[in-house]
Structures are given as structure tokens and as C-alpha cells.
């Protein structure tokens, strides 16, 4: 009986194995349709490596509010670009969870879905939270550091004795989307188990207004690189380069992006 049993299990495992590896390996070919093979290769690359740049920028400072306050009192440059490449690399990372969540979709559909459903939810949370970042940033100039520790004491209170704010619902989604998707990401070989796993370390990361790095920042950070960057890199191998009038318009676009920000409203 035992040995029937143990057959089973193993015979199931091994048929799991197969499973995932043809997975694995069907899943390399596939090309994201949108928003294409380029901007989902710079996601996957670039917008880990900007959190991480942010995440040790940072890092010499405390993580606690008061502290980075005070960090960007003294440092306001050096603040402003941690914080800066730490929100931007977050809004980078859609195109990068729209590609992982497409390749879990393919066998996993119902975890391709929930997965990049939920931490593009968290995505949108975080952003949030670096306008308040920016907020409070920028009232200091104004209002000095004095008034702005009692002021953003007194917002986490009233944050906390809110009774319902969209964005607070949606905390949720910003930590286990990421274990949702690293499990996805196992069960249909579109990722192997230690890359998974680091995918799913993300859910370590602190939320919230004017939070620092933490140790854990780097083990979650560290993490999200390790999953994506070599997922980006294997993208931009699997194809020819960009057309020359791909590339012109790319410098058109960019080129006008700067002009208009040189020449437009501040504010």
C-alpha cells in the first residue's frame, strides 16, 4: 500500500516536472502583443533597476518618517532623486507584469489574471503613496520642518481613523499580488522555482508615506531583479533589433517629451 502510494506521488510529481519544463519552454518563444516586445523588455529591465537605485539611495538615511524628513532637509537633492527613481520605477513596471501575467496566462489563466490584476492594483497604491511623498517634501520647503513632523503625525492618524479611502482598500493588493504572481509564475513554468520565489519576496516591501529602505528592502528589491531583468534580457535576444524608423520616431517623440517639459507650465 505504502509503496503504490509513494508510486503515485512520484509518478505525479514527475508528471508536474514534464509539465512545467514544456511550459518553460513554449513559454520562451512568446512574444508579449502588447505593449510589444521593446517597451516590455525596458519594463522588465528598467523598472527594477530604478527601485533599486531609489532603494540604495536612500539607504543611508533611517527609514523612519521623522528621519527622512529630516535626510531630506539636508540632503534635499539626493532625497528627491531616491524617491523620484523609486516612483518612477513602479509606474514602469505595468508593461513588465503585463508580460509575466500573458506567459501565466497561457496554461494558468484564472492565475495569469489574478496575479497581474492585483499587483497592478498595488502598483497604482504606491504611486499614491509617492504623491504624498512629494506633498510633504515640498510643504517642508514651505512650511518648515517643525510644522511638517506634527503634520504628517497627525496624517497617519487620520489615515488610520478613516473609515473607507479607496487606496487604503488596496494595500492589500500591493503585498500578496506579488506572492499570487510568483505562484502563477511556478505553476506554469513561466518562471522556475527559485525565481518565483525571489518574484514573491516582493511582498516584504514597506508601504506607506514617507517610508525608508529597510533591510528587507534590499532582500525584496534584490528579489524583483532577479525575476525580471533576465526575463527583459531574453526579450530583446529573441528578435531582430528595432527598424530605423522605429528608431526615428523613438528620438521624434523624446525629443518633443523634453521640449514640451522645457516650455511647459510648472506646477
Given amino acids: 500500500m505504502d509503496l503504490d502510494l509513494r508510486g503515485r506521488v512520484n509518478r505525479r510529481r514527475r508528471a508536474d516536472a514534464d509539465r512545467r519544463a514544456a511550459n518553460a519552454r513554449a513559454n520562451l518563444g512568446r512574444r508579449p502583443p502588447f505593449p510589444g516586445r521593446w517597451v516590455s523588455a525596458a519594463s522588465l529591465i528598467g523598472g527594477p533597476v530604478l527601485i533599486m537605485i531609489g532603494t540604495l539611495l536612500r539607504s543611508p538615511f533611517y527609514f523612519f518618517v521623522p528621519y527622512q524628513l529630516v535626510a531630506y532637509t539636508r540632503h534635499p537633492t539626493l532625497i528627491t532623486a531616491a524617491y523620484a527613481c523609486f516612483a518612477l520605477g513602479f509606474v514602469l513596471l505595468w508593461p513588465a507584469v503585463m508580460t509575466l501575467a500573458h506567459r501565466i496566462a497561457v496554461t494558468h489563466p484564472l492565475w495569469g489574471m489574478w496575479g497581474g490584476c492585483l499587483v497592478i492594483v498595488g502598483l497604482f497604491t504606491r504611486t499614491f503613496q509617492y504623491g504624498t511623498d512629494h506633498l510633504a517634501f515640498h510643504l517642508t ?41 510568483a505562484v502563477g509564475a511556478y505553476r506554469s513554468g513561466a518562471l522556475g522555482l527559485g525565481r518565483s520565489i525571489a518574484l514573491g519576496l516582493m511582498s516584504a516591501l514597506a508601504l506607506g508615506t514617507l517610508k525608508g529602505t529597510e533591510p528587507q528592502s534590499f532582500v525584496a528589491v534584490g528579489g524583483l531583479c532577479l525575476a525580471f531583468i533576465p526575463l527583459g534580457v531574453s526579450l530583446l535576444r529573441d528578435g531582430p533589433p528595432p527598424s530605423r524608423r522605429a528608431v526615428v520616431w523613438i528620438v521624434v517623440l523624446v525629443a518633443v517629451h523634453v521640449l514640451m517639459t522645457a516650455i511647459g507650465p510648472r506646477g
Avoid at 506634527?150 to 488610520?160: E, I, K, Q, S, T
Avoid at 487606496?167 to 499570487?180: K, L, N, Y
Fill in 141 to 181: 520647503d514651505v512650511l518648515g520642518l517643525r510644522v511638517m513632523l506634527d503634520g504628517v503625525d497627525g496624517y497617519y492618524l487620520a489615515w488610520r481613523d478613516t473609515v473607507w479611502h479607496p487606496f487604503r482598500a488596496m494595500s492589500g493588493p500591493a503585498f500578496f499580488g506579488w506572492v499570487v504572481l
